[in-house]
C-alpha cells in the first residue's frame, strides 16, 4: 500500500483492492483511538475517584477546623466571663465588706435586706453585667 493521504471521496479510489487497503487502515485507527479513548477514560476516572476522595478530605478537614474555631472561640468566651464573674464577686465581696465598716445604705435596719440571698444575686449580676459591657466595649473585636 502507498502512502498516499487517505481519500475523502469514493471516485478517489482507484481499484478495490486499494479501496480494502484503506478500509484496513482506518480499522487499526480506529483501534488505536479506542484503545487510547479507553485509557483516557479510564485515568480519567482515576481522576474522578482521586478528586472526589480529596474534596471530602478537604470538607472532613475543614469541618474540624471550623470545630477547633468554635472550640477555641468557647474557651476564649469561658475565660472572659470567668474574668467578667471573677471580677463581679470581688467588687460586690469588697462592697459588702466597706458597708460593714461605714454602714449599709439605709442604716443598719436595713442590713439584713441588703444580705438576703436575692439581693445579693441581683448585685452579682448586675455587677457582672457591668464589668462585660465594659470588657466588650474595650475589645472592639468581639
Known amino acids: 500500500m502507498n502512502n498516499r493521504k487517505t481519500p475523502r ?20 485507527q480506529l483501534d488505536e483511538t479506542s484503545a487510547a479513548l479507553r485509557l483516557a ?3 480519567h476516572r482515576g481522576d474522578r475517584r482521586e478528586l472526589e476522595e480529596n474534596i ?17 472561640q468557647a474557651a476564649d468566651s469561658a475565660k ?11 467588687a ?9 465598716v461605714i454602714g449599709f445604705p439605709g442604716g443598719y435596719r436595713w442590713m439584713e435586706w441588703w444580705n438576703h440571698e436575692a439581693v445579693f444575686g441581683i448585685l452579682m449580676w448586675i455587677s457582672t453585667y457591668c464589668f462585660a459591657t465594659a470588657y466588650k466595649l474595650s475589645h472592639p473585636d468581639n
Not at 12 to 28: I, P
Not at 56 to 72: G, M, R, S, W
Open 9 to 28: 471521496r469514493a471516485a478517489e479510489v482507484a481499484s478495490f483492492g486499494e479501496l480494502r487497503g484503506h478500509y484496513d487502515t482506518l480499522v487499526k
Open 41 to 43: 477514560r479510564t485515568s
Open 56 to 72: 471530602t478530605k478537604t470538607a472532613a478537614a475543614e469541618e474540624i477546623a471550623v470545630t477547633l474555631t468554635k472550640k477555641q
Open 80 to 90: 472572659s466571663a470567668g474574668l467578667w464573674s471573677g471580677m463581679a464577686a470581688v
Open 92 to 100: 460586690v465581696t469588697l462592697l459588702y465588706e466597706t458597708w460593714k
